[in-house]
C-alpha cells in the first residue's frame, strides 16, 4: 500500500506570503495525485487534482506540481490570506484492484496571520 | 460540502451497542467510499460500493464492521457491539464513476460528507 508523508505538521506564514506544502509517497506512482482542505468538524473539500503525464496545475491562487522521479507534489497557495488557515491533504489513489480507494497524508496545518 | 449526506453528525453510543451510520450520495453518483479519522490521524479507506455491490472492502475491520448501499436509500455503515476504540470521525465521500475515472480529460474526484463523529462511553 502507499504511504504518504507530508512535512511539517504545521506551517505559520503570514499573510501576502507563498504558502509551500510538501507531499511525499512510496511505492508506485499514482495515476492522480489530488489535494483537499479540511476545515475543523468539516470534511474535506477537493481542490486540485493532477495527473501523472502533468508536471504542473494552476487553479487561481493554487498551483500543484508532480515530480514521478522524486515522488513528491508540492502545493503552492500565493498571497496567502488568513481565510486559507486550513489543514490541507495530499491523496493518491490506487491502481488496479484498490482504484477508487484513496490513501491520504496526514496533512498540514496552515496559519495565515494578518 | 453540499450534496453528499451524513447523518446523524454526532452519535453518542454505550459500548457494546450498535452504531448506525448514514450516507447520501450526490445525485447522479453511484460510488460511494466510507473513510475513518481516527484523532491525530489521516482519513483511511475502509469500503467502497456500488449500488447493491461491495466492490472493495479490504480496508474494513473483519469483525463487527458491515456496509450496504441499497438500490433504493443511504449508503448504511454499521458497527455492531462498539468499543471504545471505535470513537472517531466517519465520513462518507461519492463519485459518479469508479474511482477518478480515467476517460479523457474529464475526471471526478470523490466529493465528501461533513462526516459523523462518533462517541462511545
Given at each position: 500500500s502507499q504511504k504518504i508523508e507530508q512535512?511539517?505538521?504545521a506551517l505559520n506564514i503570514q499573510e501576502g506570503?507563498?504558502?509551500?506544502l510538501t507531499c511525499n509517497y512510496t511505492n508506485y506512482s499514482p495515476a492522480y495525485l489530488q489535494w483537499y482542505r479540511q476545515d475543523p468538524g468539516r470534511g474535506p473539500v477537493f481542490l486540485l487534482l493532477i495527473r501523472e503525464n502533468e508536471k504542473e496545475k494552476r487553479k487561481e491562487r493554487l498551483k500543484v506540481t508532480f515530480d514521478t522521479t522524486l515522488k513528491q507534489s508540492l502545493f503552492h497557495i500565493?498571497?496567502?490570506q488568513p481565510a486559507d488557515s486550513a489543514t490541507y491533504l495530499c491523496a493518491l489513489e490506487g491502481r488496479g484492484s484498490t482504484l477508487g480507494r484513496l490513501y491520504f497524508g496526514r496533512g498540514t496545518q496552515l496559519t495565515v496571520w494578518p | 460540502n453540499?450534496?453528499?449526506?451524513?447523518?446523524?453528525?454526532?452519535?453518542?453510543?454505550?459500548?457494546?451497542?450498535?452504531?448506525?451510520?448514514?450516507?447520501?450520495?450526490?445525485?447522479?453518483h453511484s460510488?460511494?467510499?466510507w473513510y475513518r479519522q481516527l484523532p491525530e490521524?489521516?482519513?483511511?479507506f475502509m469500503?467502497?460500493?456500488q449500488k447493491e455491490n461491495i466492490i472493495d472492502e479490504s480496508g474494513m475491520p473483519k469483525e463487527r464492521f458491515s456496509a450496504e448501499f441499497p438500490k433504493?436509500?443511504?449508503s448504511i455503515l454499521r458497527i455492531q457491539q462498539v468499543v471504545r476504540g471505535d470513537s472517531a470521525a466517519y465520513f462518507c465521500a461519492s463519485s459518479p464513476l469508479p474511482g477518478t475515472g480515467g476517460r479523457g480529460k474529464y475526471n471526478q474526484p470523490q466529493h465528501f460528507g461533513d462526516g459523523t463523529r462518533l462517541s462511545i462511553l
Open positions: 512535512n511539517s505538521e506570503k507563498t504558502a509551500t500565493t498571497a496567502s | 453540499a450534496g453528499v449526506m451524513q447523518n446523524p453528525r454526532h452519535l453518542v453510543r454505550r459500548r457494546g451497542q450498535e452504531a448506525r451510520l448514514r450516507c447520501s450520495p450526490m445525485k447522479g460510488h460511494v467510499y490521524e489521516g482519513l483511511k469500503v467502497y460500493l433504493e436509500g443511504p
